[in-house]
């Protein structure tokens, strides 16, 4: 018994217009690629106001007035169509660079830094055969990797250390084979769920 | 040594919190958090002075194999007459892919060049609106540069498609499938778009360049593209093909860094084997 709720029609149609493109572009596709933009653009648009109503102008209403320079700020964006003052877009731009360079920063010298650091210098030896090999592999495979990434100091890829950065891309090979195979399976676990949505809901057989 | 070290951290954190041993109300520094600020100190010191030795030109950055192929695949597009695709991810400059974004953007400056300078047409879908007017930016004072900016329509060629991921990705795949790029070089922070805009560029017959440092990505990159960029290579490419002193200086003292971090690594595994633990009970104050 097939379904009779449109948006599971809906919802069905839109799955195998997607899944059509596996076999070659095609106007079935085109459509439903062009629904999801236009989808993707009207819910934007509608979080966007959302969003400066919530947490913009619910504020500035309330007499926080620091929250004027965050429309400033935004109004300025919008200078880059003027042909006189486009330059001032470049303001909230550099204020959103400085932004994210910074958080970033603060991330980067803890957890890819001193944490990392910290976790290589442990013990090789573990209280049993197969710990002790796997730290080692371990230690091995950061040692050898982080060299492969130093640019510009052209000793650390020849002669006897030259081995270290060649051992590493292939530890870091290894780990993106892993990566791959880890993601591939996730990947057709997600289109297992389609798959089961269209027998179960739509077409109601299993 | 354990001793020393405790009443060390407990010396510093209760100077400069103010602290006699009642409750902090707010803390400057916390607990773990004691050598990360040294930490940033010293790689702000080491920045500065490798962006100092960067600017003398004391700093050369080696050659990445995958930014050789830049040149051939936006040449490849110019014989073949088809056009090229440039996408610099779809970070932002708010969050902590800040940092690829940029290293992205230096690549589309190159590419963008290159393009106005053999006469490839090429084309930048967009996905974020606050990078978009930087890539705008960029490419106009490319193609501006090599005097050719009547080739450029910023609104054909820098579109931009959605914010909103899988939307942005169907965009993307079908200009590659009606437009059959001969290049596509993809350079930034990705997330579950990179295998499909790797597979849809294979299937329309580019020659494909990728490069990201979000470890989860590369795997696809390395698994189709023709060359790939791994991890921290991407931002060594955007300083090298930027030739910007600031971020080859950069570059530089990030290497600082690694080999700091190589001799404490080391040191500290074979000192923590001999049952000596003092380098990582050091690095977590």
């Known amino acids: 018994m097939v379904s009779t709720d449109p948006q599971i029609w809906i919802a069905a149609f839109l799955t195998l217009a997607a899944t059509s493109y596996a076999f070659r572009d095609n106007k079935v596709f085109k459509f439903a690629e062009n629904i999801f933009i236009g989808v993707a653009a009207g819910h934007l648009v509608v979080m966007g106001v959302k969003n400066i109503r919530d947490y913009g102008w619910a504020h500035l209403a309330q007499g926080e007035i620091i929250y004027a320079v965050v429309f400033l700020l935004g109004i300025l964006l919008y200078t880059r169509y003027h042909k006189e003052y486009y330059w001032l877009y470049r303001y909230p731009i550099a204020f959103l660079v400085g932004n994210g360079i910074g958080i970033s920063i603060r991330a980067a010298i803890h957890s ?3 944490v990392q650091i910290a976790q290589t210098a442990s013990p090789l030896i573990a209280s049993d055969a197969m710990g002790t090999i796997n730290n080692i592999i371990l230690f091995i495979g950061v040692v050898t990797a982080l060299s492969h990434f130093i640019f510009t100091y052209e000793g650390m890829h020849q002669g006897v250390l030259g081995y270290a950065p060649k051992v590493g891309r292939w530890m870091i090979l290894l780990a993106l084979g892993a990566s791959f195979g880890n993601t591939v399976m996730t990947r057709f676990g997600m289109y297992q769920g389609r798959v089961v949505f269209l027998l179960r809901e739509w077409l109601q057989i299993i | 040594m354990q001793r020393i070290l405790q009443s060390l951290k407990s010396l510093v954190l209760s100077v400069l919190n103010g602290n006699s ?6 803390a400057i520094l916390t607990e773990g958090r004691l050598v990360p600020l040294v930490a940033f100190i010293l790689a702000w010191v080491a920045t500065y002075l490798a962006i100092q030795m960067g600017t003398q030109g004391k700093i050369r950055i080696r050659r990445i194999p995958g930014l050789d192929s830049i040149e051939e695949v936006v040449g490849r597009a110019v014989e073949m007459g088809r056009p090229i695709f440039m996408i610099p991810g779809r970070g932002t400059f708010t969050d902590i892919y800040a940092t690829q974004t940029i290293a992205g953007l230096s690549i589309l400056s190159y590419v963008a060049t290159l393009s106005a300078r053999l006469g490839a047409k090429l084309y930048v879908p967009m996905s974020r609106v606050d990078v978009y007017p930087v890539a705008v930016e960029l490419v106009t004072d490319a193609y501006k540069a090599e005097d050719k900016l009547e080739e450029l329509d910023v609104d054909e ?3 931009y498609l959605s914010g909103t ?8 795949i079908g200009m590659a499938a009606r437009m059959k790029p001969a290049g596509n070089i993809m350079m930034g922070p990705f997330w579950a778009e990179s295998m499909m805009f790797a597979e849809s560029f294979a299937r329309a017959g580019a020659m494909q360049i990728g490069g990201t440092a979000r470890m989860y990505q590369i795997p696809f990159f390395a698994a189709v593209c023709d060359y790939v960029l791994i991890g921290e290579e991407l931002f060594a490419a955007g300083a090298y093909v930027s030739g910007d002193p600031q971020q080859v200086g950069s570059i530089a003292a ?4 690694k080999l700091a971090a190589l001799v404490l690594g080391i040191l500290g595994a074979l000192l923590a084997t001999a049952g000596v633990t003092v380098i990582g009970d050091l690095l977590r104050m």
């Open chain 2, 157 to 159: 060629q820098i579109p």
């Open chain 2, 254 to 257: 990030q290497d600082w860094y």
């Open chain 2, 21 to 26: 041993g009642g409750e902090i109300p707010m």
């Open chain 2, 165 to 172: 991921q899988f939307a942005y990705a169907s965009g993307v």
């Open chain 1, 112 to 114: 890819d830094f001193t």
